[in-house]
Protein backbone atom coordinates (compact mmCIF):
# COMPACT_ATOMS: atom_id res chain seq x y z
CA UNK A 1 0.00 0.00 0.00
CA UNK A 2 2.94 1.89 1.28
CA UNK A 3 4.90 0.96 -1.59
CA UNK A 4 2.00 1.86 -4.32
CA UNK A 5 1.43 5.77 -2.51
CA UNK A 6 5.64 6.16 -3.31
CA UNK A 7 5.00 5.01 -6.58
CA UNK A 8 2.14 7.35 -7.57
CA UNK A 9 4.16 9.88 -5.36
CA UNK A 10 7.03 9.23 -7.91
CA UNK A 11 4.47 9.80 -10.89
CA UNK A 12 3.43 12.84 -9.82
CA UNK A 13 6.64 14.08 -9.30
CA UNK A 14 8.10 13.36 -12.74
CA UNK A 15 4.96 14.82 -14.12
CA UNK A 16 5.32 17.67 -12.06
CA UNK A 17 9.10 18.77 -12.26
CA UNK A 18 9.00 17.12 -15.36
CA UNK A 19 12.54 17.58 -15.84
CA UNK A 20 14.02 17.32 -19.12
CA UNK A 21 16.90 14.51 -19.97
CA UNK A 22 20.18 14.97 -21.16
CA UNK A 23 20.31 13.81 -24.57
CA UNK A 24 23.70 11.81 -23.86
CA UNK A 25 21.65 9.62 -21.88
CA UNK A 26 18.16 9.41 -23.73
CA UNK A 27 18.89 6.11 -25.60
CA UNK A 28 19.37 4.55 -22.25
CA UNK A 29 15.94 5.59 -21.07
CA UNK A 30 13.86 2.70 -22.51
CA UNK A 31 16.24 -0.02 -21.72
CA UNK A 32 16.20 1.43 -18.42
CA UNK A 33 13.02 1.25 -17.85
CA UNK A 34 12.44 -2.11 -18.72
CA UNK A 35 15.58 -3.06 -16.13
CA UNK A 36 13.42 -1.14 -13.29
CA UNK A 37 10.14 -3.14 -14.74
CA UNK A 38 12.28 -6.19 -14.45
CA UNK A 39 13.32 -4.89 -10.27
CA UNK A 40 9.44 -4.36 -9.56
CA UNK A 41 7.99 -7.68 -10.62
CA UNK A 42 11.07 -9.36 -8.63
CA UNK A 43 9.99 -7.69 -5.76
CA UNK A 44 6.37 -7.95 -6.06
CA UNK A 45 7.02 -11.59 -6.40
CA UNK A 46 9.08 -11.91 -3.47
CA UNK A 47 6.69 -9.94 -1.45
CA UNK A 48 4.00 -12.52 -2.41
CA UNK A 49 6.46 -15.52 -2.01
CA UNK A 50 6.94 -13.49 1.89
CA UNK A 51 10.73 -13.39 0.90
CA UNK A 52 11.11 -9.61 0.30
CA UNK A 53 13.70 -7.86 1.07
CA UNK A 54 14.29 -4.44 1.06
CA UNK A 55 18.16 -4.74 0.58
CA UNK A 56 18.03 -6.78 -2.21
CA UNK A 57 15.22 -4.91 -3.78
CA UNK A 58 17.19 -1.86 -3.67
CA UNK A 59 20.71 -3.66 -4.91
CA UNK A 60 18.67 -4.99 -7.83
CA UNK A 61 16.86 -2.47 -9.08
CA UNK A 62 19.76 0.00 -9.18
CA UNK A 63 22.28 -2.72 -10.51
CA UNK A 64 19.50 -3.73 -12.86
CA UNK A 65 19.12 0.01 -14.44
CA UNK A 66 23.01 0.70 -14.40
CA UNK A 67 24.06 -2.53 -15.80
CA UNK A 68 21.23 -2.57 -18.75
CA UNK A 69 22.70 1.23 -19.31
CA UNK A 70 26.21 -0.38 -19.19
CA UNK A 71 25.97 -3.22 -21.42
CA UNK A 72 23.75 -1.11 -24.22
CA UNK A 73 26.50 1.90 -23.92
CA UNK A 74 29.77 -0.76 -24.11
CA UNK A 75 27.44 -1.64 -27.65
CA UNK A 76 27.27 1.49 -28.48
CA UNK A 77 30.60 2.04 -28.05
CA UNK A 78 31.21 -1.00 -30.07
CA UNK A 79 29.11 -0.71 -32.98
CA UNK A 80 26.24 -3.59 -31.32
CA UNK A 81 24.25 -1.50 -29.42
CA UNK A 82 21.22 -2.40 -31.26
CA UNK A 83 21.65 -6.23 -31.15
CA UNK A 84 22.77 -6.28 -27.48
CA UNK A 85 19.97 -3.35 -26.38
CA UNK A 86 17.75 -6.19 -28.04
CA UNK A 87 19.46 -8.82 -25.91
CA UNK A 88 19.10 -7.03 -22.81
CA UNK A 89 15.66 -6.85 -23.60
CA UNK A 90 14.93 -10.43 -23.99
CA UNK A 91 16.91 -11.36 -20.96
CA UNK A 92 14.62 -9.03 -18.79
CA UNK A 93 11.62 -9.60 -20.39
CA UNK A 94 11.75 -13.65 -19.80
CA UNK A 95 11.97 -12.53 -16.48
CA UNK A 96 9.42 -10.00 -16.21
CA UNK A 97 7.31 -12.73 -18.11
CA UNK A 98 8.46 -15.52 -15.37
CA UNK A 99 7.66 -13.46 -12.37
CA UNK A 100 4.48 -12.17 -13.75
CA UNK A 101 3.45 -15.54 -13.91
CA UNK A 102 4.23 -16.40 -10.42
CA UNK A 103 2.61 -13.29 -9.47
CA UNK A 104 -0.20 -14.27 -11.24
CA UNK A 105 -0.70 -17.78 -9.50
CA UNK A 106 -0.39 -16.22 -6.19
CA UNK A 107 -2.76 -13.60 -6.92
CA UNK A 108 -5.71 -16.02 -8.80
CA UNK A 109 -4.25 -19.70 -8.33
CA UNK A 110 -4.46 -20.38 -11.85
CA UNK B 1 10.52 -20.32 -4.18
CA UNK B 2 13.90 -21.49 -4.59
CA UNK B 3 14.32 -23.93 -7.38
CA UNK B 4 14.73 -27.69 -5.92
CA UNK B 5 17.97 -28.61 -7.17
CA UNK B 6 19.54 -25.13 -5.68
CA UNK B 7 22.30 -26.41 -3.01
CA UNK B 8 21.67 -24.99 0.54
CA UNK B 9 20.46 -21.77 1.11
CA UNK B 10 23.41 -19.25 1.64
CA UNK B 11 25.92 -21.38 -0.44
CA UNK B 12 27.58 -19.26 -3.12
CA UNK B 13 25.55 -19.70 -6.66
CA UNK B 14 26.94 -20.80 -9.49
CA UNK B 15 25.47 -19.91 -12.75
CA UNK B 16 24.60 -22.98 -14.68
CA UNK B 17 26.14 -23.67 -17.85
CA UNK B 18 23.08 -23.28 -19.37
CA UNK B 19 22.33 -19.74 -18.56
CA UNK B 20 18.77 -19.61 -20.40
CA UNK B 21 17.25 -22.82 -18.78
CA UNK B 22 18.34 -21.30 -15.34
CA UNK B 23 16.85 -18.17 -16.56
CA UNK B 24 13.23 -19.63 -17.31
CA UNK B 25 13.10 -21.62 -14.72
CA UNK B 26 13.91 -19.45 -11.84
CA UNK B 27 13.11 -15.88 -12.87
CA UNK B 28 13.44 -14.63 -9.83
CA UNK B 29 16.76 -12.92 -8.48
CA UNK B 30 18.20 -15.78 -6.18
CA UNK B 31 18.79 -12.89 -3.57
CA UNK B 32 15.32 -12.59 -2.34
CA UNK B 33 15.75 -16.78 -1.53
CA UNK B 34 19.58 -16.40 0.32
CA UNK B 35 18.55 -13.28 2.12
CA UNK B 36 15.28 -15.15 3.54
CA UNK B 37 16.89 -18.18 4.25
CA UNK B 38 19.12 -15.61 6.25
CA UNK B 39 16.75 -14.19 7.76
CA UNK B 40 15.23 -17.52 9.24
CA UNK B 41 18.63 -18.75 10.23
CA UNK B 42 19.48 -15.64 12.14
CA UNK B 43 17.24 -16.02 15.87
CA UNK B 44 16.52 -12.32 15.59
CA UNK B 45 13.05 -11.40 17.20
CA UNK B 46 10.85 -10.18 15.25
CA UNK B 47 10.20 -6.63 16.96
CA UNK B 48 14.24 -5.87 16.69
CA UNK B 49 14.57 -6.82 13.26
CA UNK B 50 11.84 -4.25 12.17
CA UNK B 51 13.13 -1.49 14.01
CA UNK B 52 16.13 -2.17 12.46
CA UNK B 53 14.58 -2.54 8.95
CA UNK B 54 13.63 1.02 8.91
CA UNK B 55 16.03 2.92 7.64
CA UNK B 56 16.22 0.24 4.65
CA UNK B 57 12.84 0.14 4.30
CA UNK B 58 13.13 4.17 4.13
CA UNK B 59 15.52 3.49 0.82
CA UNK B 60 13.04 1.04 -0.66
CA UNK B 61 10.60 3.31 -0.20
CA UNK B 62 12.93 6.27 -1.93
CA UNK B 63 13.63 4.01 -4.81
CA UNK B 64 9.82 2.90 -5.36
CA UNK B 65 9.48 7.11 -5.81
CA UNK B 66 12.68 6.99 -8.17
CA UNK B 67 10.89 4.00 -9.79
CA UNK B 68 7.69 6.06 -10.31
CA UNK B 69 9.52 9.42 -11.47
CA UNK B 70 11.55 7.07 -14.54
CA UNK B 71 8.54 5.92 -15.27
CA UNK B 72 7.06 9.44 -15.95
CA UNK B 73 10.08 10.62 -16.85
CA UNK B 74 10.30 8.05 -19.77
CA UNK B 75 6.66 7.97 -20.88
CA UNK B 76 6.77 11.99 -20.98
CA UNK B 77 9.73 11.68 -23.19
CA UNK B 78 8.44 9.54 -25.85
CA UNK B 79 5.17 11.34 -25.64
CA UNK B 80 7.68 14.36 -26.25
CA UNK B 81 10.08 12.62 -29.07
CA UNK B 82 7.13 11.33 -31.27
CA UNK B 83 5.56 14.29 -32.88
CA UNK B 84 9.14 15.92 -33.32
CA UNK B 85 10.07 12.32 -35.07
CA UNK B 86 6.78 12.57 -37.52
CA UNK B 87 7.10 16.73 -37.57
CA UNK B 88 10.95 15.72 -38.87
CA UNK B 89 9.50 13.06 -40.96
CA UNK B 90 6.87 15.15 -42.77
CA UNK B 91 9.10 18.24 -42.99
CA UNK B 92 11.95 16.56 -44.78
CA UNK B 93 9.22 14.70 -47.35
CA UNK B 94 7.92 18.51 -47.92
CA UNK B 95 11.65 19.96 -48.15
CA UNK B 96 12.08 17.22 -50.84
CA UNK B 97 8.97 18.18 -52.58
CA UNK B 98 9.69 21.92 -52.49
CA UNK B 99 13.47 21.01 -54.06
CA UNK B 100 11.99 18.61 -57.03
CA UNK B 101 9.28 21.48 -57.94
CA UNK B 102 12.35 23.93 -57.58
CA UNK B 103 14.65 21.56 -60.30
CA UNK B 104 11.39 21.53 -62.52
CA UNK B 105 11.61 25.15 -62.04
CA UNK B 106 15.22 25.80 -62.46
CA UNK B 107 15.58 23.09 -65.69
CA UNK B 108 13.01 24.57 -67.61
CA UNK B 109 14.74 27.86 -66.84
CA UNK B 110 17.70 26.57 -68.04
CA UNK B 111 16.10 25.42 -70.96
CA UNK B 112 14.55 28.55 -71.93
CA UNK B 113 17.62 30.09 -71.65
CA UNK B 114 19.59 28.03 -73.92
CA UNK B 115 16.75 28.21 -76.18
CA UNK B 116 17.44 31.86 -75.71
CA UNK B 117 21.46 31.50 -76.35
CA UNK B 118 21.08 30.07 -79.45
CA UNK B 119 18.41 31.98 -80.30
CA UNK B 120 21.04 35.15 -80.49
CA UNK B 121 23.94 33.04 -81.31
CA UNK B 122 22.49 32.29 -84.44
CA UNK B 123 21.38 36.18 -84.95
CA UNK B 124 25.13 37.24 -83.73
CA UNK B 125 27.38 34.64 -86.16
CA UNK B 126 26.91 34.23 -89.61
CA UNK B 127 25.12 31.44 -91.48
CA UNK B 128 27.16 28.84 -92.37
CA UNK B 129 29.38 28.64 -88.72
CA UNK B 130 25.44 28.87 -86.59
CA UNK B 131 24.90 26.07 -89.25
CA UNK B 132 27.95 24.19 -87.97
CA UNK B 133 27.52 25.20 -84.31
CA UNK B 134 23.90 23.48 -84.49
CA UNK B 135 24.78 20.17 -86.08
CA UNK B 136 27.79 19.70 -83.82
CA UNK B 137 25.21 20.58 -80.59
CA UNK B 138 22.56 17.87 -82.31
CA UNK B 139 24.90 15.45 -82.94
CA UNK B 140 26.60 15.64 -79.08
CA UNK B 141 23.43 15.47 -77.89
CA UNK B 142 23.34 18.78 -76.81
CA UNK B 143 20.49 20.19 -78.67
CA UNK B 144 17.37 19.25 -79.56
CA UNK B 145 16.77 16.95 -82.56
CA UNK B 146 14.30 15.54 -84.73
CA UNK B 147 13.68 13.10 -87.50
CA UNK B 148 12.28 9.45 -87.71
CA UNK B 149 13.37 6.80 -86.13
CA UNK B 150 12.72 3.57 -84.01
CA UNK B 151 11.12 3.62 -80.32
CA UNK B 152 12.16 0.30 -78.17
CA UNK B 153 10.14 -0.43 -75.61
CA UNK B 154 10.68 -1.98 -72.50
CA UNK B 155 8.52 -3.10 -69.12
CA UNK B 156 9.02 -4.88 -66.05
CA UNK B 157 7.10 -7.98 -65.91
CA UNK B 158 3.40 -7.95 -64.19
CA UNK B 159 3.25 -8.03 -61.06
CA UNK B 160 2.50 -11.76 -60.57
CA UNK B 161 4.38 -14.46 -59.62
CA UNK B 162 3.73 -16.97 -61.69
CA UNK B 163 6.81 -16.29 -63.99
CA UNK B 164 9.03 -19.82 -63.65
CA UNK B 165 12.01 -17.90 -63.31
CA UNK B 166 10.98 -14.49 -61.08
CA UNK B 167 8.99 -17.26 -58.61
CA UNK B 168 10.85 -16.00 -55.40
CA UNK B 169 11.73 -12.95 -56.22
CA UNK B 170 9.09 -10.42 -57.00
CA UNK B 171 8.53 -9.59 -60.69
CA UNK B 172 11.20 -9.84 -63.10
CA UNK B 173 12.35 -6.21 -63.57
CA UNK B 174 14.23 -4.31 -66.77
CA UNK B 175 17.89 -4.39 -65.68
CA UNK B 176 20.25 -1.03 -66.29
CA UNK B 177 22.14 -3.70 -68.21
CA UNK B 178 19.19 -4.61 -70.54
CA UNK B 179 19.03 -0.40 -71.06
CA UNK B 180 22.97 -0.27 -71.50
CA UNK B 181 22.18 -3.10 -74.39
CA UNK B 182 19.21 -1.57 -76.20
CA UNK B 183 21.53 1.76 -76.52
CA UNK B 184 24.53 0.13 -77.44
CA UNK B 185 22.68 -1.81 -80.26
CA UNK B 186 20.70 1.39 -81.58
CA UNK B 187 24.19 2.95 -82.02
CA UNK B 188 25.76 0.34 -83.54
CA UNK B 189 22.37 -0.06 -85.92
CA UNK B 190 23.20 3.06 -87.12
CA UNK B 191 21.51 5.64 -84.22
CA UNK B 192 22.52 9.27 -84.26
CA UNK B 193 20.53 10.62 -81.24
CA UNK B 194 19.18 8.47 -78.47
CA UNK B 195 16.91 9.18 -75.63
CA UNK B 196 15.47 7.04 -72.48
CA UNK B 197 12.43 8.17 -71.03
CA UNK B 198 13.39 11.94 -72.34
CA UNK B 199 16.47 11.82 -71.32
CA UNK B 200 19.09 12.23 -73.75
CA UNK B 201 21.99 10.65 -73.82
CA UNK B 202 25.49 12.06 -74.63
CA UNK B 203 28.93 11.21 -74.82
CA UNK B 204 29.35 11.73 -70.96
CA UNK B 205 25.80 9.49 -70.45
CA UNK B 206 25.76 6.62 -67.90
CA UNK B 207 23.34 4.52 -67.53
CA UNK B 208 23.46 2.54 -63.88
CA UNK B 209 21.35 1.17 -61.40
CA UNK B 210 21.15 2.21 -57.98
CA UNK B 211 19.11 -0.33 -55.65
CA UNK B 212 16.30 -0.66 -57.28
CA UNK B 213 16.01 2.72 -59.13
CA UNK B 214 17.52 3.36 -62.84
CA UNK B 215 19.51 6.65 -63.04
CA UNK B 216 20.03 7.71 -66.74
CA UNK B 217 22.68 10.73 -66.43
CA UNK B 218 22.20 10.40 -62.65
CA UNK B 219 18.10 11.15 -62.84
CA UNK B 220 15.90 8.18 -61.99
CA UNK B 221 13.91 6.92 -64.52
CA UNK B 222 11.33 5.04 -64.15
CA UNK B 223 9.30 2.01 -65.85
CA UNK B 224 8.24 1.87 -68.63
CA UNK B 225 11.05 2.37 -70.50
CA UNK B 226 11.07 4.07 -74.49
CA UNK B 227 14.39 4.13 -75.86
CA UNK B 228 13.92 6.70 -78.92
CA UNK B 229 16.26 6.61 -81.22
CA UNK B 230 17.07 8.96 -84.24
CA UNK B 231 18.89 7.09 -87.30
CA UNK B 232 18.43 5.88 -90.97
CA UNK B 233 15.33 3.32 -92.24
CA UNK B 234 17.82 0.37 -92.00
CA UNK B 235 18.04 1.09 -88.27
CA UNK B 236 15.16 -0.87 -87.14
CA UNK B 237 15.77 -4.00 -89.34
CA UNK B 238 19.51 -3.91 -88.20
CA UNK B 239 18.51 -3.64 -84.74
CA UNK B 240 15.92 -6.38 -84.41
CA UNK B 241 18.70 -8.52 -86.35
CA UNK B 242 21.14 -7.38 -83.40
CA UNK B 243 22.37 -9.87 -80.80
CA UNK B 244 20.94 -8.04 -78.56
CA UNK B 245 17.33 -7.69 -79.97
CA UNK B 246 17.36 -11.59 -79.86
CA UNK B 247 18.38 -11.50 -76.33
CA UNK B 248 15.87 -8.93 -75.26
CA UNK B 249 13.34 -11.41 -76.96
CA UNK B 250 14.50 -14.49 -75.28
CA UNK B 251 14.21 -12.76 -71.56
CA UNK B 252 10.56 -11.46 -72.36
CA UNK B 253 9.09 -14.71 -73.50
CA UNK B 254 11.06 -16.51 -70.40
CA UNK B 255 10.24 -13.79 -68.11
CA UNK B 256 7.56 -11.75 -69.05
CA UNK B 257 9.16 -8.78 -69.60
CA UNK B 258 7.52 -6.80 -72.38
CA UNK B 259 9.79 -6.12 -75.50
CA UNK B 260 8.79 -3.93 -78.15
CA UNK B 261 10.14 -2.58 -81.57
CA UNK B 262 8.07 0.19 -83.41
CA UNK B 263 8.98 2.53 -86.15
CA UNK B 264 7.64 6.14 -85.45
CA UNK B 265 8.17 9.03 -87.26
CA UNK B 266 8.63 12.79 -86.40
CA UNK B 267 10.66 12.10 -82.93
CA UNK B 268 11.72 15.19 -81.33
CA UNK B 269 14.56 14.10 -78.87
CA UNK B 270 15.02 16.87 -76.48
CA UNK B 271 18.95 18.56 -75.33
CA UNK B 272 20.78 16.73 -72.41
CA UNK B 273 21.42 18.88 -69.81
CA UNK B 274 24.94 20.54 -70.42
CA UNK B 275 27.78 18.63 -69.22
CA UNK B 276 29.56 20.49 -66.16
CA UNK B 277 33.54 19.55 -67.48
CA UNK B 278 35.40 20.02 -64.67
CA UNK B 279 38.26 18.57 -65.51
CA UNK B 280 39.05 18.06 -68.94
CA UNK B 281 39.99 21.46 -70.80
CA UNK B 282 39.26 22.03 -74.52
CA UNK B 283 42.48 21.53 -76.47
CA UNK B 284 42.55 25.03 -78.82
CA UNK B 285 45.47 22.44 -80.84
CA UNK B 286 45.86 23.84 -84.34
CA UNK B 287 45.64 20.14 -86.22
CA UNK B 288 42.79 18.46 -83.65
CA UNK B 289 42.58 15.00 -83.85
CA UNK B 290 40.51 12.86 -86.32
CA UNK B 291 37.77 11.83 -83.62
CA UNK B 292 36.66 15.63 -83.91
CA UNK B 293 36.36 15.97 -87.15
CA UNK B 294 34.48 12.93 -87.35
CA UNK B 295 32.18 13.87 -83.75
CA UNK B 296 31.39 16.67 -86.57
CA UNK B 297 30.73 15.60 -89.68
CA UNK B 298 27.26 16.13 -90.74
CA UNK B 299 28.13 19.30 -92.60
CA UNK B 300 31.24 20.55 -90.88
CA UNK B 301 34.09 21.00 -92.60
CA UNK B 302 36.40 23.07 -90.83
CA UNK B 303 37.84 20.97 -87.55
CA UNK B 304 39.36 24.27 -86.36
CA UNK B 305 36.45 25.19 -83.48
CA UNK B 306 35.61 21.76 -82.42
CA UNK B 307 36.17 23.23 -79.03
CA UNK B 308 32.68 24.61 -78.70
CA UNK B 309 30.23 21.49 -78.21
CA UNK B 310 32.68 20.31 -75.17
CA UNK B 311 32.96 23.80 -74.14
CA UNK B 312 29.04 23.80 -73.58
CA UNK B 313 29.45 27.39 -75.93
CA UNK B 314 31.47 28.95 -72.46
Known sequence: MIAVLALLAGVVLGVWLDPTVPAALQPYLPIAVVAALDAVFGGVRARLDRIFDDKQFVVSFISNVLVAGLIVYLGDQLGVGGQLSTGVVVVLGVRIFGNVAAIRRHLFRA | ?314
Request: net charge positive; hydrophobic share 35%; proline share 7%.
Open chain 2, 1 to 314: MSAPRLGKPGQDRVYAPDFLTELFRNPLDPGYADAAAARRGSADSGAARGWRAWPTRSVSLVVVVMLGFLFAVAYRQTMADEPGRSQARSGLVAQIKERESQTDRLSTRADQLREEVSRQRDAALSGSAAARLRNLEASTGLGRVRGDGVVVRLADAPDKADAVTGAGAGPPRVLYSDLQGVANALWSAGAEAIAINGQRLTSTSTIRSAGEAMLVDFRPVTGPYEVSAIGPDSMRRKFEDSRNAALMRKVAQGTGLSFGVRESDDLTLPAAPEPQLRYAKPSVSPSPSASGVRSGSPGSSGPATTVSPSGGGR
